[in-house]
Every structure is written in structure tokens, then in C-alpha cells.
């Protein structure tokens, strides 16, 4: 992905564009070292967006990830390991990676205050940070027994 390939308030629209799933199909949350892309659009249509579920097995940890126009991570929330940003400030665990303009989804910022309501629980970070993204019509995410 270029850095430069989306102004920056072309991706803030993005990120704050509503956004609803593609299907009606289930989708069945990964297992460890698992990783889905769940396919969802703009209430118009005119937009494709993609919710990336990427769970980690060495780490044990999951991570999610907006992307929008195919390729660009809108925003990414981590909580594998602290995050070196390119003017050498470290953000701490979780952090979330937010576009920006000339830089990609190289830069992280802390958590906002009050957007994780469990932190802890795999499906409410999901829940909220799929608030954060403004996905209005949620995918079908099926849990399995250790999700």
C-alpha cells in the first residue's frame, strides 16, 4: 500500500462512513492462529469495506482491522506488544493504529478512553470496536466454545 495513496480526510470519511455487512451469510469467528475478512459495504453501496479478525497463537491474542478501499487499514486495534511510532514515541498495550496521510497505519495511538467497555473479552472488543468503525448492521460472527 502507498502511504499517499488516500488524503487524510478522505480516509477520516471513510472510517466515519456507516457501514453495514454485505451478506447475510455466517461467518464463524477464528480459532487460534486463525484469520477472517468479513466483507461490508456503505449503507449506499458506493464503498467497500473489510473487518479483518486476526487471532494470534503465539501471542494469544486477537486483533481486528478496518480496511477500506481494498487495501487501506482505516484503523487497526492491537494488544500483542507495544507500538515504536516513527518519532520514536512508544505506545503501550493495547494501542489503536489509525490511517494517516503519508504514513499508512505506521502510526498508533493510545486506546481512547471508554471505547473498550471490557477489555478483557474477546466478542465486546469486537462489539466495540466495531461502534469505533461505525459498523451499523453487524456481521453474522458465529462463536465457537473457546472464542
Known amino acids: ?17 456507516e457501514k453495514e455487512r454485505a451478506s447475510e451469510d455466517s461467518v464463524a469467528f477464528p480459532d487460534l492462529g486463525g484469520r477472517i475478512e468479513v466483507p461490508l459495504v456503505s449503507r449506499d453501496r458506493r464503498e467497500s469495506f473489510s473487518l479483518d479478525i486476526n487471532r494470534k497463537r503465539i501471542a494469544l491474542t486477537t486483533g481486528y482491522q478496518m480496511r477500506g478501499r481494498q487495501t487501506v487499514v482505516l484503523a487497526r486495534l492491537d494488544f500483542a506488544a507495544p507500538h515504536r511510532n516513527p518519532d520514536g514515541e512508544e505506545i503501550g ?8 496521510e503519508g504514513f499508512g497505519d505506521r ?21 466495540d470496536f466495531m461502534v469505533y468503525c461505525r459498523i451499523m448492521v453487524v456481521p453474522n460472527i458465529t462463536f465457537g466454545l473457546f472464542a
Not at 502511504?3 to 471513510?14: N, W
Not at 498495550?93 to 494517516?100: I, N, Q, T
Request: charged fraction near 15%; avoid cysteine; glycine fraction near 4%.
Open 1 to 17: 500500500m502507498t502511504d499517499g495513496s488516500l488524503s487524510q480526510s478522505d480516509a477520516d470519511a471513510l472510517l466515519d462512513m
Open 93 to 100: 498495550v493495547p494501542h489503536l493504529h489509525l490511517y494517516r
Open 107 to 127: 502510526w498508533a495511538y493510545p486506546v481512547p478512553v471508554g471505547m473498550l467497555s471490557a477489555p478483557e473479552d474477546v466478542r465486546q472488543v469486537l462489539h
